[in-house]
């Protein structure tokens, strides 16, 4: 029921039983839990208002804060009367009346002074009058807290209002959900519509203001002729980005206040380790998220290591999802459990000869392993990675996947033991060479009998477990680590990928 004609004298307000308790607004308490805490609800002495001018947003919010609240804590209805319409202000303050005994709390009624102009008063004058009645209330309870009505719309109108008067960058922040610590707003997230539509859907009365069609006012202009044409330019709700904008620009200010944009973000550092929050960079501004990159880059410079592309970093972190892999200069990007890893990987001796090896994170593996973690990747040389991930079952794997044929990938079951250590080792490391040796074999004579280039067989990667070389992609199967197996199992996968993207297929029978 909607009071779209306020010159009609007689009407009976009636609010629909049950609609007291505002149980049908249990989708919108966690938001409300989640914009208060715990600190100003449990406490008994707090005095909250809402301000309320009979249409629906006010109503939506007077009861919703009813319903969130809970008897125990005070709510009073707060109305202002403009005396600007004549009889119709008193038909809002009935229909107010009747709503406050519907829920069961107290109505204050503030009016604006007599010696005013009321019938031609500009918004400013009813603004300013208004808030002077809400600040001499609030002054007679220093604990009392005042909630406004104020959502998404007004937002998108205010935004435009002060854009276009040259406020600034803090004019295109627009209204602040938190002011300060007694003025709130907090259904600033939800669009009209949608507080419409619950209201109706449940046929709670709320009133029209008639003056809202009057173009006499610059809000109105906003409302029913600008935004209708930013939405009919820019379908279909192009006014809607302004509040994209808004965060951005309070990001922005926000993080020149704090100047906590590089360390709210970077969570700990050494010189071949840089651990960031990837949610918190990711609300930076491109700006910040620029200037955070470089400052971690410098902190690696004076390090004295190697530093990664700064271009590779940004185009990988831009990304959804976030690209993991190589960033040059020995640097390998990583994420886990929303946390970017940058790590540089050191290799020992010389990897143009293939004289090197790389021990990987034995706490990453077992992580791994046990599917705590669901995957991690390792840096190579040559720009090659390995990618350790977690199985939870090998039924469906075929012998190239399990890595009993020659391939790019093989399946360690997990009750192997890695006590001994997990070493990845260039085909000239003295370990695989003797290994090789002990068992009769040449691994020279191998890789000469593949169609490799010259340039792989220094980097070709070969998988060894203590002084035993298990597995190497494309040439060497899994060996059998005489382990008994069952007939499916979890384990850990290991996955070659060469940075050419198709040399296992060239040099292997895997079809």
């Known amino acids: 029921m909607t009071f779209s004609d306020r010159r009609i004298t007689s009407v009976k307000i009636i609010f629909p039983k049950g609609t007291e308790t505002g149980d049908f607004l249990a989708p919108y308490l966690p938001s409300l839990e989640r914009f208060f805490g715990n600190s100003s609800r449990t406490s008994p002495w707090v005095h909250f208002y809402v301000g309320v001018s009979g249409g629906a947003d006010s109503v939506f919010l007077s009861l919703l804060l009813h319903r969130f609240l809970g008897p125990e804590t005070r709510l009073t209805l707060l109305h202002f009367n403009h005396r600007n319409r004549g009889e119709e202000n008193e038909k809002d303050i009935q229909f107010l009346e009747a709503f406050s005994r519907h829920l069961g709390r107290p109505?204050?009624?503030?009016?604006?002074?007599?010696?005013?102009?009321?019938?031609?008063?500009?918004?400013?004058?009813?603004?300013?009058?208004?808030?002077?009645?809400?600040?001499?209330?609030?002054?007679?309870?220093?604990?009392?807290?005042?909630?406004?009505?104020?959502?998404m719309d007004d937002q998108v109108e205010t935004i435009l209002m002060n854009l276009f008067r040259g406020t600034g960058m803090k004019?295109?922040?627009?209204?602040?959900?938190?002011?300060?610590?007694?003025?709130?707003?907090?259904?600033?997230?939800?669009?009209?519509?949608?507080?419409r539509r619950v209201l109706d859907h449940q046929g709670i009365p709320y009133l029209e203001d008639p003056t809202n069609q009057s173009?006499?006012?610059?809000?109105?202009?906003?409302?029913?002729?600008?935004?209708?044409?930013?939405?009919?330019?820019?379908?279909?709700?192009?006014?809607?980005?302004?509040?994209?904008?808004?965060?951005?620009?309070?990001?922005?200010?926000?993080?020149?206040?704090?100047?906590?944009?590089?360390?709210?973000?970077?969570l700990a550092h050494s010189p071949s380790r840089i651990i960031f929050s990837l949610s918190r960079y990711q609300k930076l501004t491109p700006y910040r998220q620029n200037l955070f990159l470089?400052?971690?880059?410098?902190?690696?410079?004076?390090?004295?290591?190697?530093?990664?592309e700064e271009r590779n970093l940004l185009k990988s972190l831009a990304r959804v999802p976030v690209h993991q892999g190589p960033m040059g200069h020995g640097w390998l990007l990583g994420i886990e459990f929303h946390e970017v890893h940058l790590v540089y990987m050191?290799?020992?001796?010389?990897?143009?000869?293939?004289?090197?090896?790389?021990?990987?994170?034995?706490?990453?593996?077992?992580?791994?392993?046990?599917?705590?973690?669901?995957?991690?990747?390792?840096?190579?040389?040559?720009?090659?990675?390995?990618?350790?991930?977690?199985?939870?079952?090998?039924?469906?794997?075929?012998?190239?996947?399990?890595?009993?044929?020659?391939?790019?990938?093989?399946?360690?079951?997990?009750?192997?033991?890695?006590?001994?250590?997990?070493?990845?080792?260039?085909?000239?490391?003295?370990?695989?060479?003797e290994?090789?040796?002990?068992?009769?074999?040449?691994?020279?004579?191998?890789?000469?009998?593949?169609?490799?280039?010259?340039?792989?067989r220094a980097v070709l990667p070969v998988l060894m477990i203590g002084e035993d070389p298990v597995w190497a992609p494309c040439i060497l199967p899994l060996k059998n680590l005489d382990v008994p197996v069952r007939e499916n199992f979890a384990g850990l996968s290991i996955t070659f990928h060469d940075s050419k993207g198709d040399l296992w297929k060239r040099s292997s029978g895997n079809p």
């Not at 971690?296 to 990664?308: A, C, N, S, T």
Request: proline share 7%; with cysteine.
């Open 171 to 195: 004019g295109l922040l627009g209204m602040r959900n938190r002011p300060d610590d007694r003025l709130l707003r907090p259904i600033l997230e939800l669009s009209g519509t949608d507080i």
């Open 346 to 433: 050191s290799y020992s001796d010389d990897q143009k000869t293939g004289n090197w090896s790389i021990t990987p994170d034995r706490e990453a593996l077992r992580e791994v392993s046990l599917g705590i973690r669901r995957e991690f990747l390792m840096e190579l040389p040559g720009e090659n990675r390995m990618r350790f991930s977690h199985v939870d079952e090998t039924r469906n794997l075929n012998p190239w996947e399990m890595g009993t044929r020659p391939s790019r990938s093989c399946v360690l079951p997990g009750n192997v033991s890695l006590e001994s250590g997990l070493v990845i080792a260039g085909p000239r490391f003295p370990a695989v060479r």
């Open 435 to 456: 290994a090789f040796r002990r068992e009769g074999r040449s691994l020279s004579h191998i890789l000469s009998r593949r169609h490799f280039p010259g340039s792989f």
């Open 107 to 151: 109505l204050r009624i503030g009016v604006l002074p007599f010696g005013h102009s009321t019938v031609k008063a500009s918004e400013e004058l009813l603004r300013n009058a208004r808030h002077a009645f809400f600040r001499s209330v609030l002054s007679e309870e220093p604990g009392s807290i005042l909630c406004l009505a104020h959502q």
């Open 294 to 308: 470089r400052a971690i880059l410098e902190r690696i410079r004076q390090g004295g290591y190697p530093v990664p």
């Open 215 to 266: 173009l006499a006012y610059l809000r109105n202009r906003v409302r029913l002729e600008l935004v209708p044409q930013i939405r009919k330019i820019f379908p279909p709700e192009g006014d809607r980005h302004l509040l994209g904008l808004s965060d951005i620009v309070d990001r922005e200010l926000s993080d020149r206040r704090t100047g906590n944009w590089l360390s709210g973000t970077l």
